[in-house]
């Protein structure tokens, strides 16, 4: 049910015309019993008091940020979202609904990724009410829908993509935050269009392996950093063993044969790849 714009008129004159009524009733109800006013007139004052009344139950207050749904006999009239205090027809039901913005923090939930590894994870949701008609009809409470279905929608993205990135063109829980967080954007207003919810931002705000595999995974991933950095050090070990024979011979500092060519690559990657300090031998005799 689309919203529409409805029509009130400006609260304040209307309270004032019914006081004015209430103070011409109250006299015409005392000005009998003074001997002031013919007693007839105690009939057109309680019908004013009773009239009065009634106008009063239309006056309703919207606030800022605020829109009134007004319905006539359970069929919705439409919307008010003109601030202060206003009036409509005394029959129209009205339920008034916050237009604003409003954020909550998911629960930490227990899910498994891509890779079937369990992990916990839980998100910050930034939402507001932006057709007031189809959060009133739509749904029984917007406010548990934007809950559940936001933790809904936060299982489905983490149950496909993997925690750790394992390809180049892989998109992952933990590398790639900014895509994550427009994909879950993506599919909480999927899902929440059809309560007049529009979802303004949402982002992880917790990432971590369960307890029970954290250990082993941790171990995996130094694992996987030692790998990397080892593959960067031969390569850089490589290309330094490359340079210095290219300019050994380029400069005919030193004549190498096959064999000693083969012992000075060996002996510069030793140096460049260990681990530790090397502690080298002086050759103080022929070199051959």
Same mark, same amino acid.
Request: aromatic share 6%.
């Given at each position: 049910?689309?919203?529409?714009?409805l029509g009130?008129?400006?609260?304040?004159?209307?309270?004032?015309?019914?006081?004015?009524?209430?103070?011409?009733?109250?006299?015409?109800?005392?000005?009998? @019993?003074?001997?002031?006013?013919?007693?007839?007139?105690?009939v057109p004052?309680?019908?004013?008091?009773?009239?009065?009344?009634?106008?009063?139950?239309?006056?309703?207050?919207?606030?800022?940020?605020?829109?009134?749904?007004?319905?006539?006999?359970?069929?919705?009239?439409?919307?008010?979202?003109?601030?202060?205090?206003?009036?409509?027809?005394?029959?129209?039901?009205?339920?008034?609904?916050?237009?604003? @913005?409003?954020?909550?923090?998911?629960?930490?939930?227990?899910? !498994?990724?891509?890779?079937?590894?369990?992990?916990?994870?839980?998100?910050?949701?930034?939402?507001?009410?932006?057709?007031?008609?189809?959060?009133?009809?739509?749904?029984?409470?917007?406010?548990s829908f934007?809950?559940?279905?936001?933790?809904?929608?936060?299982?489905?993205?983490?149950?496909?993509?993997?925690?750790?990135?394992?390809?180049?063109?892989?998109?992952?829980?933990?590398?790639?935050?900014?895509?994550?967080?427009?994909?879950?954007?993506?599919?909480?207003?999927?899902?929440?269009?059809? &309560?007049?919810?529009?979802?303004?931002?949402?982002?992880?705000?917790?990432?971590?392996?369960?307890?029970?595999?954290?250990?082993?995974?941790?171990?995996?991933?130094?694992?996987?950093?030692?790998? &990397?950095?080892?593959?960067?050090?031969?390569?850089? &070990?490589?290309? /330094?063993?490359? /340079?210095?024979?290219?300019?050994?011979?380029? !400069?005919?500092? @030193?004549?190498?044969?096959?064999?000693?060519?083969?012992?000075? @690559?060996?002996?510069?990657?030793?140096?460049?790849?260990?681990?530790?300090?090397?502690?080298?031998?002086? !050759?103080?005799?022929?070199?051959?």
């Open positions: 049910m689309k919203e529409k714009t009130s008129v400006a609260g304040i004159p209307v309270v004032l015309a019914v006081i004015v009524a209430f103070l011409l009733a109250t006299w015409g109800i005392v000005g009998p @019993v003074i001997g002031q006013l013919p007693g007839w007139t105690l004052a309680i019908v004013v008091i009773a009239v009065g009344i009634f106008v009063l139950c239309g006056v309703y207050m919207v606030e800022p940020n605020q829109a009134a749904v007004l319905s006539l006999f359970g069929k919705y009239a439409g919307t008010v979202k003109d601030n202060g205090l206003r009036w409509n027809n005394p029959f129209y039901a009205k339920k008034k609904i916050s237009l604003r @913005v409003r954020n909550f923090e998911s629960g930490r939930l227990k899910v !498994n990724e891509l890779d079937g590894s369990p992990i916990e994870i839980a998100a910050v949701i930034v939402w507001q009410v932006n057709d007031a008609s189809e959060a009133v009809y739509n749904v029984d409470d917007y406010e934007v809950h559940i279905q936001s933790e809904a929608a936060l299982r489905a993205m983490a149950t496909s993509h993997p925690y750790d990135q394992h390809e180049d063109d892989q998109i992952s829980l933990r590398s790639h935050p900014a895509e994550i967080s427009e994909q879950l954007k993506r599919h909480l207003d999927e899902r929440l269009t059809q &309560a007049g919810v529009d979802v303004i931002e949402a982002r992880i705000s917790h990432l971590a392996y369960a307890p029970e595999i954290a250990q082993a995974m941790l171990q995996r991933q130094q694992a996987n950093a030692v790998i &990397a950095a080892r593959t960067r050090i031969v390569s850089g &070990a490589v290309g /330094m063993v490359e /340079m210095a024979l290219t300019e050994l011979e380029k !400069n005919g500092t @030193v004549k190498l044969d096959e064999e000693r060519r083969a012992a000075m @690559v060996s002996n510069l990657l030793v140096v460049l790849c260990g681990d530790r300090g090397t502690q080298p031998i002086v !050759n103080a005799g022929s070199l051959y």
